[in-house]
């Protein structure tokens, strides 16, 4: 078992709908990550929360938006995605950023499916 | 883009056999770490290097790290079917956050 719990496990939903991605680690870590997984890819990062601060969107399209509303918890919510926004969503944390000293702590991911 | 890239794409063998990846990257670099993915799943963490070290073991598992050709390899030794996965390097810039990780290698191993 992961000690980053992400919930939903799946998620359908059609282009119109509004849903949110949660993401919960209780290691302490004060850097939290999203990252994209498309099948058979490397995970793309997406967002990076450093002390409950936005600290890199990497171009991210608008639709997707992340939120951090403690050190425990990271969001991303989701409004009018687009059926190429299907793929795992995967949660990261790590104890800071420090250098990539520290490894990445994964979810086991929420896997989007649009509609 | 500091993302490495790995050979072979995808590797098959037997129970028993060793593996090896590498990986490339194209920075400088602080660490490199390899992760493993079972299908469908998250991320583990199976290893870190610093730039400053040249080989490191945990368990069957056998990093290098070359700076000088900006490369890395994972060997795993007396391979077992529960190794079936993917598995990326990942490297971090001086900041530690923006972890990119290469395009990946998928092993197969066979009973």
């Known amino acids: 078992d992961t000690e980053v719990t992400q919930t939903p496990k799946h998620l359908v939903m059609g282009m119109t709908n509004k849903k949110s991605l949660k993401c919960e680690q209780h290691?302490?870590?004060?850097?939290m990550y999203w990252y994209k997984q498309k099948a058979k890819k490397p995970p793309e990062l997406m967002f990076v929360?450093?002390?409950?601060?936005?600290?890199i969107n990497e171009s991210v399209p608008s639709r997707f938006s992340p939120e951090c509303p403690n050190s425990s918890l990271l969001n991303l919510h989701l409004h009018a995605l687009q059926p190429e926004d299907s793929a795992l969503y995967l949660c990261?944390?790590?104890?800071?950023?420090?250098?990539?000293?520290?490894?990445?702590?994964f979810g086991n991911g929420t896997r989007l499916t649009v509609t | 883009s500091q993302q490495g890239e790995e050979d072979p794409q995808a590797l098959s063998i037997q129970e028993g056999e060793n593996a090896t990846m590498n990986c490339s990257y194209k920075?400088?670099?602080?660490?490199l770490q390899w992760y493993r993915q079972n299908s469908g799943r998250g991320l583990v963490h199976l290893i870190l290097i610093r730039s400053n070290e040249r080989e490191k073991h945990s368990g069957r598992l056998r990093v290098t790290l070359d700076t000088s050709k900006k490369s890395s390899s994972l060997l795993i030794t007396a391979s077992r079917a529960a190794d079936t996965a993917s598995y990326f390097c990942?490297?971090?810039?001086?900041?530690?956050?923006?972890?990119?990780f290469g395009p990946g290698t998928r092993l197969s191993v066979l009973p």
């Open positions: 929360y450093s002390y409950e601060k936005l600290s």
């Open positions: 290691m302490g870590h004060r850097a």
């Open positions: 990261a944390s790590s104890q800071i950023p420090d250098g990539g000293k520290s490894p990445l702590h």
């Open positions: 920075t400088s670099i602080n660490n």
């Open positions: 990942a490297t971090a810039d001086n900041y530690g956050q923006n972890f990119v």
